[in-house]
């Protein structure tokens, strides 16, 4: 039996240390963790809730308050919070674990940081095959909190099945999500720090642009929720409308935001391969020796990468 086979065992019959460990593999990426990928078999059940949106919105202390209630119910649940890398040195703080202390202790949830090790729209290269390992260990929930990279932060939607967008009051971010398109891949929204005396003004905003942007054949209705951690106030309400999506989906399964969503996703799926298949390659080496000439004429160079990478054999 291989190293890969025998830790996959081990994750599907609940071993947490063989999960945490089966992350860090992932994580480093290489032969090693495409072997675990193949032998991982996830949960059907499964549903992935990603939680996005601008920093400061509060998405780390909701996600918590979220967790303690889904937990009320049974549920089991698996945390993946992705932190921001240092442009220069890759490395990252890695605090959510820090700020999600109170579920600690609690065995029905097993909580990750990560690196976003620069991948862009606030998740990181990993996200996917760590995601696959926390169900095949048979978690029921599994909530991916994103860097909330701002506007960008859409990629999200690739490895979701439901999106929770975090908005706070008076950030101004209300109109600005038209224009990103965050409101094209959220499924419910969430208004923090409701408490306060503009949120009202936040919520009517929002729910008049949830009924502008979204098309009439969407059978699915995008709740607007207000909620405050603080307070301990709307997270019921939240979590009956972030459930109810998953089931909603369990019973239409092939919408149209589901397609165009799976369209996007194989599409940076393709582009990740490429790029990490191009980054073993010998010719990947000789581009970047190329890049120290003067004036490298960056598109050409990517042209002549490509076509030296299809000329040159792949390993199997």
């Known amino acids: 039996m291989s190293d890969g086979s025998a830790r996959a065992q081990a994750i599907h019959a609940g071993d947490r240390r ?21 032998s991982l078999v996830p ?21 918590t308050a979220l967790a303690l209630h889904i937990r009320t119910r049974g549920l089991t649940i698996g945390i993946l919070a992705i932190d921001p890398s240092s442009p220069l040195s890759g490395g990252a703080i890695l605090g959510d674990r820090i700020r999600m202390y109170d579920l600690a202790g609690d065995s029905g949830v097993f ?22 390992a926390l169900s095949a260990a048979g978690y029921d929930i599994i909530m991916l909190e994103t860097v909330g990279a701002g506007q960008s932060d859409v990629a999200v939607a690739d ?29 419910v929204i969430a208004v923090s720090k409701s408490d306060r005396q503009d949120a009202n003004a936040t919520l009517q905003q929002l729910r008049a642009l949830v009924q502008m942007q979204h098309a009439d054949s969407d059978a699915w209705t995008v709740p607007v929720c207000g909620v405050s951690a603080i307070a301990n106030t709307g997270i019921t309400a939240l979590a009956d409308a972030v459930l109810a999506h998953g089931e909603w989906l369990a019973m239409h399964p092939a919408g149209p935001r589901q397609r165009r ?19 073993l390659s010998p010719v990947w080496q000789d581009a970047l020796a190329t890049l120290d000439q003067p004036n490298c004429d960056i598109e050409a160079l990517a042209e002549q990468l490509l076509t030296n990478w299809r000329a040159t054999p792949q390993p199997n």
């Open 159 to 187: 490895v979701a099945d439901t999106v929770l967008l975090v908005e706070s009051p008076g950030m101004g971010d209300e109109v600005q999500s038209i224009k990103a398109g965050l409101l094209e891949v959220a499924d």
């Open 43 to 63: 949960r059907a059940q499964t549903r992935v809730i990603g939680i996005t949106g601008a920093p400061g919105a509060g998405k780390s202390t909701l996600t």
């Open 18 to 38: 063989a999960l945490a460990q089966a992350l860090t593999l992932i994580e480093r990426g290489g032969p090693a963790a495409k072997a675990l990928r193949r």
């Open 111 to 132: 909580i990750r940081s990560m690196a976003n090790r620069g991948r862009y729209g606030g998740i990181a290269g990993a996200t996917a095959d760590a995601i696959r």
């Open 261 to 279: 969503r799976r369209i996007v996703a194989l599409q940076r799926a393709l582009e990740i391969l490429l790029l990490e298949s191009l980054s």
